[in-house]
């Protein structure tokens, strides 16, 4: 594995920095982390000053929107936005997951139409898979496609679908044929979420990013709206959850965090009173963070060499999300009481990132799969292991 980078994509990340370390930009990302309860980050004016140079989405063509270069630039600059303080998730949605998917799977209409205003920064795509009663088994949902002349109507109840209030349209796995096989007769669709019959509601959480819960109604859809396959859409479904699983976004906000603590553990601990009791969980999860590093950078390897099967995924997911979430824990530890204080707080220090991560941390290890599906994806695909 080759972990050097180009010298042009050397040069993308210090562009990038350069821009993220703007006064106006950190200043927009400082009030996005201080928003009350109940408001969250939208689209950010960064998104556009990144998406007007072509570098929110550098791996697509530029009739895009993009740089026609490769998901390593993408995946620096998901680095960089995490390791500046800019709220990364409008972005890894909109252009790793579901922009990524359209670019797969779409028509060249429909890739015209949805890709150039996510690549500006302007547009936001989502997720609407998971239902009521189905999440890890998603071969079993309930949402259903009726044909009708000219296309479609789909009728059913879609949940934690990260911010889809805020989206343009949403990627629905419907079932369009019943089936024997739980995995044929499913069909993704590209919904608009402002077709009549499409209902978003919030659906509040702990964390600072909201979920929505989209009720259908009876939306029409046409073929034109479909990506991938009419009946064949597993494929599409699997492709889109492997996109979700490099970790690399958990790799950099466990970085960040863990970063936070050591700093605190500088500002708290007095030299007399020799290593910190933390010393040997902190140098043990520094390593990890590192493993999990190398691991995604493996996976991101994978992803730009077209190889989306590798059992490197799950790995990379699970050890990325498992160490992040410990890092979270033992903050609570180190910090004591100054764990909860948010960065809304005067007496927060700058940049303090610990009490939001607390409230984040338990989704890491369920949201794009659980760890346990993970370990079962790790143990079949990896380990030969029957399933
Ligand atoms: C932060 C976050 C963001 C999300 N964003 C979206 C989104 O944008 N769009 C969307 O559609 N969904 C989204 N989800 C939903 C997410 O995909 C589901 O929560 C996840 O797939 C788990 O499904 P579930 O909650 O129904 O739990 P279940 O599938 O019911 O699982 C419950 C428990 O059983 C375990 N389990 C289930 N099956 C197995 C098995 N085969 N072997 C061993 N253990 C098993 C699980 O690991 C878990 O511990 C998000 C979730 C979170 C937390």
Redesign the pocket.
């Known amino acids: 594995m080759d972990l050097r980078l180009t010298a042009e994509q050397e040069q993308y990340r210090r562009d990038v920095c350069a821009l993220l370390r703007r006064d106006d930009v950190q200043a927009e990302a400082a009030s996005a982390r201080r928003l009350p309860p109940g408001q969250e980050p939208g689209l950010l004016d960064v998104y556009r000053l990144l998406g007007e140079r072509g570098w929110l989405a550098p791996n697509w063509p530029a009739e895009h929107g993009g740089l026609g270069r490769t998901i390593v630039e993408k995946a620096i600059l998901t680095e960089e936005m995490i390791a500046h303080g800019v709220p990364d998730v409008v972005h890894t ?1 909109a252009i790793d997951i579901v922009g990524l998917a359209v670019h797969l799977f779409g028509s060249a209409e429909m890739q015209d139409r949805l890709l150039p205003r996510l690549a500006r920064g302007e547009g936001l795509g ?6 009521p ?6 071969a079993a949902l309930t949402t259903r496609a009726e044909p009708e002349a000219g296309g479609w109507r789909l009728y059913g109840r ?7 209030h805020l989206a343009d349209f949403g990627l629905c796995a419907a079932r369009t044929t019943a089936s024997e096989v739980p995995y044929h007769g499913i069909t993704v669709f590209a919904v608009p979420l402002d077709t009549p019959g499409v209902t978003v509601r919030p659906m509040w ?1 702990m ?1 600072d ?1 909201r ?1 929505g819960e989209v009720t259908l109604s009876g939306p029409l859809m046409t073929e034109a709206d479909v990506l991938g396959e009419v009946d064949g859409g597993w494929p599409v479904v699997g492709r889109v959850l492997g996109l979700e699983r490099t970790g690399i976004e958990f790799a950099a906000k466990g970085r960040r965090l863990l970063d936070a603590v050591l700093s605190h553990q500088d500002a708290v601990l007095a030299p007399e009173e020799g290593p910190s009791p933390y010393a040997e969980q902190l140098v043990a999860l520094d390593a990890q963070v590192r493993a999990g590093e190398l691991l995604s950078w493996q996976a991101l390897g994978k992803l730009a060499a077209g190889d989306y099967d590798d059992p490197v995924y799950p790995m990379a997911k699970w050890h990325s999300t498992e160490t992040a979430k410990a890092i979270a824990a033992i903050t609570a530890e180190v910090c004591g009481l100054d764990a909860v204080l948010s960065a809304r707080d005067p007496d927060s220090p700058p940049g303090w990132v610990v009490e939001s991560a607390l409230r ?1 941390a ?3 290890t ?8 993970m ?2 994806l790790i143990a079949s695909g990896a380990l030969g292991l029957a399933p």
């Open positions: 949605l989502c997720v609407l898979f998971s239902e009663e189905v999440g890890s088994d998603l879609k949940v934690y679908s990260l911010k889809s959480t964390a990013e979920f984040d338990p989704g890491f369920l949201a794009s799969g659980t760890s346990e599906v370990l079962s």
